[in-house]
């Protein structure tokens, strides 16, 4: 195997104005926790779709300026303030409403942030997920230094205050208790046994901790706690058998815990419960659920539910009846490859089922019926007649109606799950799948019967798959599923009778593709993109999509009168270059949405054009290309760079002005120190978008001198000298 590599790596930033388009869905996602602001509007957090706000009590939502991040716990104080709490992010805050974010600098900065409240001097209280005892901080000033106050629970996963006390449940010591803003902490376990402490709430009268006990007999099931606020004694009220509850919350005297699909109500303070669990409709399995409540308000006139997957749903009568409360909300993550027809695009998602956009309507809704319900679409194919659906674990489908309905074509052994398709688009019947192990699998009449071929050499997995014809495929290997390792691409010319190892040694796939001119492209889990031919087994590496860009997707792009393209969906959006030349990758950004998969229309289907791009995101749903790519983009005004230039003036008394520039948004910290290295002022501290940006130091009360000032962003690290004279 020969792999060649190229000798300069250059990273250049273009972008054409409007360039992308949400298609508005598909509606739903990831939400995790909830606040409410000083106004009393609602805030929704996400799994890397950023903050959602309702005006209206939750019956629609949109989303504030987009931050990038796995939120664990949002929390309004008095003054206003938001903070929220991200997983290995640390807490953030906004003082605009959630316009701009800034994270301050403290020991929180790598932690998972997982609950904040605040006591009545405004002490803030943060609970951080842990293996170690460090879980509980305390912050005396707003949130801008913290520091540890307890450890005595290995992670605090709720934090409240009920009256003058402040409460944290966490695991293995259950609750503790402060009685003094937070700086001492009592352990007041509710349970003999070791109890870990999931979601707390309080009323005027209790105190209510949702958790699990750790003993070998129970281990899958729930108890809630409460605690007497007069008597400071423990009751156990309820006990919910083979359910993880993971969120409890109250009204006055009425109370919601729930968790998976599990929903209990109770009106009596905890005395009793009611199981106001969904049910299955037709509108989807568990009411749209899929994989339950992980989070939950509850007001008097509206009565809100996180779902891991349906986004949120809403109640005006305490759950006994709910409805979907996702208008405005796309925070789905699209897994699947976007599968093109002539009136309809077939989405696949993570935590939310599947999906078609009609063209015509331009409309979205749920399809594929007959699949599990809890099962992911990894892959996609149709020969213009039949739609070929690989689930990740429950085998392969097929649709005669369009993806409408489904039905088992492929399952059994090493024939579960299914990463990868091709549907030949002019040989009728001839279909070729691949996924957890390594048996390509084909079919020449539709699906009506299968064989497969093995792979010299295992375990492998199959991530990629392409024909030239019947006789001649190319197979990627990888990992799917967890199983299998790398090992290249493999060629048959005998329709996998036999095969030859075609280059990429111990190398593997996570996407893999194939010109109308016999090239190949191969998109490496090593986030590397490598070209080749179908006729020789040297690859050649492209330059290098950036210094931690992770590689999703990469596929040609064939486009009338133009050079082959390559584009590749990242997590720093979509990137394109042309193909075998020495260009670099230009980074068409997508409102900061990491790019998870791509398709490209070949021909035009409703209101779609030839060229144009399709791409699903992780946290934004999908969106459209305006036009096709041109040959080099248009390029804007976003440098190629990063890059920190001299202040002006220099020297300069009092104020000067210093600028710099970043070609993609990034965490930007921008300090200046003294001469023997003392932190003097902060300029910048928190994420900024592409461009070239400029911030005023104002040295009033400073000492003449040199300084020296020092930016870093992403990896980038600069510093220069400046001079101060009075």
Known sequence: MAVLFTATIIDVAFSQPGFWQSLNGPEGGVVQCFAADNSGDILAGTYFGGVYKSTNRGVSWAQLPYVNLDIRSLAVNASGTIFLGAATSGLWK?????????????????????????????????????????????????????FQVSAGVLSGNSVIRQGANMYVAGDRNGVLRSTDGGFLWTTINPSSSQFNGLSMTSNANYVYVVGRRTAATTPDSSFIYRRSVSTGAWELVHIQRGVVLRTISSVGDTLLAAGDSTVLVSFNAGQSWIDRS????????????????????????????????????????FFSTWNPSVQGMYNTHIVAKPLILADRILISTQFNGRWKYDLTNQTWARTGGGLPANDVVASFASDNSIVYVGNVTNGLWSSSNWGETCSQSLFGTNATGFATIYASPSIAGFVLAGGRGERPWKTTDGGGTWTFSLLPGSPYSITGITAVNQNEYFVATGNFGGYGAGNGVYKTTNGGSTYTHHGLQFTGAVSFDRSSNNKLVFGSASDQVLEGDVNVTTWTATPSLGLGVKLRDVMFYEYPGQPIREIAATSVGLCEREAFSQGPWVKRALGGFEVARIEVVRAPAGPLFTGQIIAGTYGGGVHQSTGPLTSVGEKADIPDEFALEQNYPNPFNPTTTLRFSIPYS?????????????????????????????????????????????????????????????
């Open 94 to 146: 906004s003082t605009d409403g959630g316009a701009t974010w800034v994270r301050p600098t403290n020991i929180l900065n790598n932690r998972t942030v997982t609950s904040v409240a605040f006591h009545s001097s405004g002490n803030v209280i943060a609970g951080c997920a842990s293996t170690s005892s460090q879980s509980v901080f305390q912050s005396t000033d707003n949130g801008e230094t913290f």
């Open 278 to 317: 969904p049910q299955a409709t037709s509108a989807g399995p568990i009411a749209l659920y899929y994989y339950g409540l992980a989070a939950s308000r509850l007001e008097r006139d509206a009565q809100l539910g996180g779902c891991v997957g349906g986004g949120i749903v809403r109640s005006t009568d």
């Open 666 to 726: 990034a965490f930007v910290i921008l300090k200046v120190y003294d001469l023997l290295g003392r932190e003097v002022a902060t300029l910048v501290n928190e994420v900024r978008v592409p461009g070239s940006h400029e911030v005023m130091w104002d040295a009033r009360g400073m000492s003449s001198g040199v300084y020296f000032y020092r930016l870093a962003a992403g990896e980038f690290v600069a510093t220069k000298k400046l001079l101060f004279t009075k």
